[in-house]
């Protein structure tokens, strides 16, 4: 094994990771907590200008992670012609699989691609909102958090969704249609709840949930451009499998990601028709995920029309950004725990061990957000009300 994926596997390297982006997030939560509270009741446009590039500084040492540190990169499929046209011109509603544990990840590596990673909202949980440094600034970001209880969470659509698509620049709004992220578990208690409601089965997602995206669109409508079809997948095939903990270790991994713009006046009106309109897309979705898995091809079984691939040159901001932090955290953090630890004093000593313990377990457990959980909430008495 070389010196650097040495480095690449060494505890002490991963825990300065830790150290740079828990403490620069941090900064930046404050200094979006000023922003926030002293110049938005002012000037909405203007803070979230700043934010943008406040957002960006913290999103980008994820995607150093992956595009850098691993070497992970990205094969995209997509329409060359409207890549060129609209791709980060326009506000955007994404479609995604949930199949993967990093595939939000590769979505930011794109995004920083064109230039859109600070702009990337998503719908998530209401309790994220309240988990320091990522979950602050997603709240800071006007991300749109939900509670799980129907009726405050459509008031809570109507109202983000307006507020986002006053953004000054293109923003991009994330829906995970599944609800949750694919596991066999999961999928079981879907395909039993779609049969029992006579929904299209499907083989390789969750039946999609279909009340936040009809819920969105009369807000949409007007406002935002298009909403993008986004397929990711990895091949089986490939030995390092794409996790957080792969990336971390440096093990680089190769996604491969088919995006279709659907201009928004092509959706149906009316909850009903929209909500089959995106049944079908799902249905698509399968057909697209079942070739790849096969063939090693989106195209090649699915019926779906073929386009040609690319790949967008990295970007050396995210390295020269988290280069940045790094300096500026590491520097006087690890001098003055070094001071604690070489200090003489027992309680000095155990102070530093018991910051060090700190940002390891925050580093875990930030990983063990993004793993995938075998709980399921398909058959639930929730999950029986109309989709």
């Known amino acids: 094994m070389g010196v650097l994926a040495s480095l690449k596997r060494s505890s002490v390297v991963h825990l300065m990771f830790a150290i740079t982006f828990f403490t620069s997030g941090l900064i930046i939560n404050l200094f979006q907590c000023i922003l926030y509270i002293g110049l938005r009741p002012f000037s909405k446009y203007l803070y979230r200008k700043l934010n943008y590039y406040l957002c960006y500084s913290f999103y980008s040492q994820l995607v150093f992670m992956a595009e850098w540190w691993s070497g992970t990169d990205v094969i995209c499929y997509i329409n060359k012609e409207e890549f060129d046209k609209y791709y980060g011109n326009e506000h955007g509603y994404l479609l995604m699989n949930h199949s993967y544990e990093i595939d939000w990840l590769v979505g930011w590596m794109f995004c920083e691609r064109i230039q859109m990673l600070g702009n990337c909202k998503a719908y998530a949980k209401k309790s994220i909102q309240y988990i320091p440094t990522l979950g602050w ?74 009340k936040g995206f009809t819920a969105s669109l009369p807000h949409l409508r007007g406002k935002v451009g298009a909403i993008y079809d986004i397929q990711l997948a990895f091949k089986p095939t490939e030995v390092v499998k794409p996790t957080m903990t792969n990336l971390l ?57 073929p386009t040609g691939s690319f790949k967008l040159e990295r970007r050396y901001y995210s390295l020269i950004n988290t280069t940045f932090w790094a300096i500026v955290v590491l520097v006087p953090m690890l001098y003055y725990l070094v001071n604690l630890l070489l200090s003489g004093s027992t309680v000095y000593f155990f102070i530093g061990v018991g910051i060090i313990l700190l940002f390891f377990l925050l580093m875990y457990k930030t990983i063990g957000m993004s793993e995938i959980s075998k709980s399921s909430s398909y058959g639930s008495a929730e999950s029986k009300k109309p989709q």
Do not use: C
């Open 137 to 210: 600034a997603w709240k800071f970001a006007e991300s749109v958090f939900l509670e799980r209880s129907w009726e405050k969470d459509k008031e809570t659509i109507g109202e983000q969704i307006r507020e986002l698509a006053d953004y000054p620049d293109t923003m991009w709004l994330l829906l995970y249609a599944e609800g949750t992220r694919f596991t066999p578990e999961k999928h079981e208690a879907s395909q039993k709840f779609a049969h029992e409601k006579g929904l299209p089965v499907l083989k390789h997602h969750l039946t999609p949930r279909t």
């Open 249 to 305: 270790l440096g093990e680089k991994v190769e996604a491969h990601m088919y995006i279709n713009r659907i201009p928004l006046a092509e959706v149906p009106e009316g909850d009903e028709a929209a909500a089959a309109w995106l049944h079908q897309i799902y249905q698509k979705k399968d057909r697209m995920a079942e070739s790849f898995m096969q063939t090693g091809d989106f195209f090649a079984t699915s019926g779906v029309p």
